[in-house]
């Protein structure tokens, strides 16, 4: 069973950098896509960039230019370096995956989480003055 324990969150003022982490046990995440989402107060969980096993890579509006995502395979583990933080971006970013044999890329491609099947607890994203 694939599971994550995501970190790197906190607080940071408007402007500023963080990196998060998404550690993988229990699979190689070789064979699987994935993402990074995020959870606002009262909103719905909404996907910020994926990723193909390929290495294509997909991101949302809002945060396209500011945010990347990478994957380092052997140590298992996914990034989500995010600068020109924002307080819009305030929320509990997960990551999540899903087995390339459960989507193909193109059926995951708009990040959409109920597409995603494994997912971490979460770290916490503040970004206020």
Request: one cysteine or more; glycine letters at 10%; charged letters at 15%.
């Amino acid at each position: 069973q694939l599971q994550f324990v995501e970190s790197g969150g906190g607080l940071v003022q408007p402007g500023g950098s963080l990196r998060l982490s998404c550690v993988a046990s229990g699979r190689s995440l070789d064979y699987y896509h994935i993402g990074w989402f995020r959870q606002a107060p009262g909103k719905e969980r909404e996907g910020v960039s994926c990723m193909s096993s390929g290495d294509t890579r997909t991101y949302a509006d809002s945060v396209t230019g500011r945010f990347t995502i990478s994957r380092e395979n052997v140590q298992n583990t996914v990034y989500l370096q995010m600068n020109s933080l924002k307080p819009e971006d305030t929320a509990v970013y997960y990551c999540g995956a899903v087995h390339v044999t459960a989507a193909s890329w193109p059926m995951v491609a708009s990040c959409a989480p109920n597409k995603y099947d494994f997912w971490g607890q979460g770290t916490q994203v503040t970004v206020s003055s």
